[in-house]
């Protein structure tokens, strides 16, 4: 055994640590691989006290914010919260304004089935639609290869990257991921038909040429909606913001050309396309590009044009958030990417990976995903914390704001709809209350999931485990991420200290989930670390001497083509572990207090 830890001091001079305790970790004791520290947790409300007293918080915390006219105008603003995990409901808070009457609520009654339009979340609903019949397959094409407007401008488009997109270089990826470099808008932000030559001369404007002026879109409802052929001609004369993939700017233009190019990839409208793949799967009710024939299941902050719920955004709907939906509908669209149901496995582990960084540390950019990083405690009132990236997209339209948020980790997620009129004294109050809630729902409800999944993984993994020559024990502590493998054994050999070269008492290993579940085996990695005290977090300028880089030495060292980090449990149809296996000593230990507990129990 001691040639291994030679063989181990060989490796890690020439390539990465094998086992991360040469590196200091920035936030903790500990250094977690990126990703779930324990299982998600299952049969939540039945099961589980830590998401029962979340739930509780946070209904709690609710109450408070409404009743509290200083940070929410409880006059004007409505808002509707469903919490979901993959496969059950587990929040439906619904709030209505005091202001509402009749017309702004005809259905009387504010639930999970009222219609609000969701802004700009219509971006992710027009990814998912993407992914859901082409996968991940065009996402290097270029644009201009299924939007031929666009090939035609580039070949007759001068070498001017300062002046003239370089339609050729813009992909499907970087349309889906804010990184085409194009405008925010066409006509929506233009003050072109708003500004007089009194005005324009005092703000020391020039005048404009007729065919400067937008002729169609949005502004202010001022202008009909452009034709195919009137988008793109015009998309083409607005100068670049950027090259491509060089750094994120947020473009509503960007997806109206991927609901293009996807229907030249398909030869479907997108409208088709939307309906049968996503509202059809999904049985989305009331779900809908345009707006509905009816208001009677809606809610109208102010009036049908101010609020814009009666504005039909045409072909902006996939991009600029024409579309409508529920809290009920979203939620079925949250589980069905949770669990799988339109998108395989792999596609969706992909998408729910960031694309690109933002000069935020705690902010990257997916397709079309809005990724937050929390530094989240990893167990409550532990100062020692561990990133959790929440899969986020928000959307602001006329009187409505969404905000639709997901946590693969925990295997859970919520939407937010708010409605509150336009005015000018109301028309901070719905930001204001997408942050405090959507605030409030994360502050209670991760630390819940956290604490379930730390609480299931204890009763489910927890133990001795025990063959004729070997022993080892599992459990979990406080204050530490992952499933804690001490008194590991062999005889009077102590098998943790000879791998890691460093007393017992100093030697960490922990084991952590792979996302790799099978014939009711789930698959484990270990990480090797010298226990330790948290440093203090980052300096300026330090760079090398400090970071948390555990990926860098899984599976670093073999034994007869077997890692000295990879651990198979076995587990029962309930999900308790019965056996584990740590698959280099070709050997697989009971686990004894689930082997006592089945005796007990006969």
């Not at 100068?239 to 997806?255: D, E, G, K």
């Amino acid at each position: 055994m001691r040639l291994i830890h030679t063989l181990h001091t060989v490796f890690a001079a020439a390539t990465l640590p094998l086992f991360p305790y040469f590196a200091t970790a920035q936030y903790s004791p500990n250094c977690p691989l990126q990703g779930a520290v324990f299982p998600a947790p299952r049969n939540l409300i039945k099961e589980s006290g830590a998401i029962g007293t979340g739930l509780s918080i946070l209904q709690n915390e609710l109450q408070n914010i409404i009743n509290n006219p200083t940070v929410f105008d409880n006059g004007s603003t409505s808002f509707q919260l469903s919490l979901f995990s993959k496969d059950e409901q587990l929040l439906s808070f619904s709030y209505a304004a005091t202001s509402l009457n009749n017309s702004s609520l005809p259905s009387g009654c504010l639930n999970e089935n009222t219609i609000f339009r969701i802004g700009s979340v219509s971006k992710l609903l027009t990814v998912y639609t993407l992914l859901a019949n082409v996968g991940m397959d065009h996402l290097k094409d270029p644009v201009t290869k299924w939007v031929p407007e666009l090939a035609e401008f580039t070949n007759q488009g001068v070498n001017d990257a300062v002046s003239q997109v370089k339609w050729d270089e813009v992909t499907i990826e970087a349309l889906a991921s804010h990184g085409a470099g194009l405008d925010r808008d066409y006509s929506l932000s233009d003050y072109a038909n708003l500004i007089n030559g009194t005005i324009a001369k005092q703000a020391a404007l020039p005048p404009l040429a007729p065919e400067d002026i937008p002729t169609c879109g949005t502004t202010d409802f001022l202008l009909p909606p452009c034709s195919r052929a009137e988008f793109l001609q015009e998309a083409n004369a607005l100068h670049p913001v950027t090259s491509t993939f060089h750094t994120p700017v947020y473009s509503n233009m960007a997806f109206q050309i991927l609901a293009y190019a996807l229907e030249g990839i398909t030869g479907k409208s997108f409208a088709d396309i939307f309906q049968s793949s996503i509202i059809n799967r999904l049985r989305l009710s009331r779900t809908s590009l345009q707006p509905p024939n009816s208001t009677e299941e809606g809610i109208i902050p102010g009036d049908k044009i101010s609020s814009w719920w009666s504005v039909d955004l045409g072909d902006s709907s996939p991009s600029m958030g024409g579309m409508f939906s529920t809290g009920a509908d979203m939620m079925k669209l949250g589980q069905s990417i949770l669990s799988y149901s339109i998108l395989n496995p792999a596609i969706t582990r992909q998408w729910l990976r960031p694309i690109t960084h933002t000069a935020d540390l705690h902010v990257a950019v997916g397709m079309p995903w809005e990724i937050h990083r929390l530094l989240q405690p990893v167990s409550s009132g532990s100062n020692h914390t561990r990133v959790v990236d929440l899969y986020t997209k928000n959307g602001d339209l006329g009187g409505y704001s969404t905000l639709f948020v997901l946590s693969p980790e925990h295997d859970f997620g919520f939407t937010l709809l708010i409605a509150s009129p336009t005015t000018a004294t109301e028309s901070t109050a719905p930001a204001v209350a997408l942050s405090i809630i959507g605030d409030a729902v994360t502050s209670a409800m991760v630390s819940a999931f956290e604490q379930a999944a730390r609480d299931e993984a204890a009763y489910n993994f927890a133990g001795v485990y025990v063959s004729v020559n070997m022993s080892l024990t599992i459990s979990v502590s406080d204050g530490h991420p992952g499933l804690k493998l001490s008194n590991w054994t062999m005889g009077d050999k102590d098998v943790l200290e000879l791998y890691t070269g460093v007393p017992n008492a100093q030697a960490d290993a922990r084991l952590y989930p792979m996302d790799l579940e099978s014939n009711g085996k789930i698959s484990f990695r270990a990480v090797y670390e010298r226990a330790r005290e948290a440093s203090q977090t980052s300096q300026p300028g330090v760079v090398f001497a400090q970071g948390c880089l555990p990926w860098g030495g899984v599976a670093a060292l073999h034994y007869g083509k077997i890692a000295f980090d990879d651990f198979v449990f076995e587990v029962n149809d309930k999900g308790r572990a019965t056996a584990l296996a740590p698959r280099i000593t070709r050997q697989t230990l009971g686990n004894q207090v689930v082997t006592i507990t089945s005796l007990r129990r006969t």
